[in-house]
């Protein structure tokens, strides 16, 4: 868990301390001393300690380029000398979103120029989400990452889990129409994306858009219908717009779709094909809440209040669709330098080498990173992408557009767990 920062970091800025799991050197923010975190490398919880071990951490620390740290390397160990520019090392970092100093705006750098509006909106956006949603940093900054860079996101998680209401939480913050579909076997792909209708009055046909025709779209279980109406998606997805009898509809941005599967039940489901999966940007894990998360959630949501009457009293719209899409394109500003690309690209074409995958990434999975580490270097306040950004996004972006080989699956392999040792063998540049 690694705290970027300014320059480097010092005892009273930070806590250091080994995870009671796995052994892996931990590092955060001071201010979350006796307070419960989740471990990036094995996802265990506890309770942080009151003083930490005093040892800087060996992985990624992701701080920032500045006049106390002039080289953002995503190697480079607290308190040791740097390699030389244009050198390399190996990757020690640990792959996944869990950035918690991302929700906690003094452990970052403050923007300056354009991309303070995006900070301030980030934050604007997180406060409002928090005062109703508990927990879920993952599912959290994923979805925003993937809103403010155009893609869509896979959510494989436990019914009950909160994401109906994290999707209606975002579209009262982001004033952002919100539809719902429940994916069933006989759902059928008109039922998506509307059809026409006879008018009597008029004697002629009419097109009455179906739920697609909105901003936010909670496609729930996905997996439960069949692939004609997956199929539906696609166009939607990628073009941004349904064509029904010759005639194509515009859907108005921003449009993202959050798409839920279950993954306890395999009866009366559906895989999805790879060219959907493909049509993803992430695809988010969300896990059960720890025991002081847990705790929050029945204290804020057990009084037996109208949720809707909750959510437009208690959250503010922070910004407007206008607003988002000129965010986006503030994200798109952010500097990706070449050998960050190069990075970026050995990272995807090592899966399709890797002895465990049947079938690697594709070339859309490096464009979702490299899009990914621009808005999450925006969300930190800077207007450049480091490594540390791509290592953050690696699992997201490649856990579904990866197929284990056979012999793998038997071993009792996981994608996840081979992509973290396939980003380990990926030398880092020195930017």
Not at 220 to 247: F, W
């Amino acid at each position: 868990m690694s705290v970027p920062s300014q320059g480097p970091a010092t005892g009273a800025d930070v806590l250091r301390f080994a995870c009671p799991q796995c052994g892996q050197l931990l590092q955060v923010g001071a201010r979350f001393a006796g307070r419960a975190v989740r471990c990036p490398h094995c996802k265990a919880n506890f309770t942080a300690p009151a003083t930490g071990a005093g040892s800087p951490s060996p992985a990624s620390s992701g701080a920032a380029a500045g006049p106390g740290n002039p080289s953002p390397a995503a190697t480079a160990s607290a308190g040791a000398s740097p390699p030389a520019s244009g050198q390399a090392n190996r990757n020690t970092a640990t792959p996944g979103i869990l950035s918690s100093a991302l929700f906690d705006p003094t452990q970052r750098r403050e923007a300056t120029g354009p991309l303070a509006e995006v900070q301030r909106l980030f934050d604007a956006v997180i406060r409002q989400v928090q005062k109703v949603f508990v927990g879920q940093e993952e599912l959290v900054l994923g979805t925003l990452v993937a809103l403010f860079s155009g893609g869509h996101v896979l959510i494989e998680s436990f019914p009950g889990l909160g994401k109906t209401l994290f999707v209606r939480t975002l579209g009262r913050i982001l004033g952002c129409q919100f539809s719902r579909i429940q994916f069933t076997a006989d759902l059928m792909p008109s039922d998506i994306t509307g059809a026409p209708v006879f008018d009597m009055k008029s004697q002629e046909f009419r097109f009455r858009p179906g739920p697609v025709f909105t901003q936010l779209l909670l496609a729930d279980e996905i997996n439960r219908s069949p692939a004609k109406t997956h199929a539906a998606l696609l166009e939607i997805m990628q073009e941004y717009r349904v064509t029904v009898d010759g005639t194509s509809h515009p859907i108005q941005r921003p449009f993202l779709v959050l798409a839920t599967q279950n993954p306890i039940e395999s009866e009366g489901t559906y895989n999805l094909p790879e060219a959907q999966l493909d049509r993803f940007m992430f695809k988010l894990v969300a896990s059960y809440p720890d025991e002081q998360e847990e705790a929050r959630i029945l204290k804020l949501h057990s009084r037996g209040q109208n949720l809707d009457r909750r959510l437009e009293e208690e959250l503010e719209q922070v910004t407007g669709p206008e607003e988002i899409l000129r965010v986006m394109q503030l994200c798109e500003q952010v500097t990706v330098e070449d050998r960050l690309v190069d990075y970026i690209n050995r990272v995807v074409r090592r899966t399709r080498q890797w002895p465990a995958f049947y079938m690697g990434a594709s070339p859309r999975a490096g464009l979702a990173l490299m899009r990914g580490a621009r808005t999450l270097a925006a969300f930190q306040g800077r207007d450049y992408a480091v490594p540390d950004d791509v290592v953050e996004l690696v699992l997201p972006a490649l856990r579904h557009r990866v197929i284990l080989s056979p012999e793998a699956e038997v071993e009792g392999r996981t994608v996840d767990d081979q992509l973290r040792e396939l980003l380990r063998t990926v030398e880092v540049p020195r930017l």
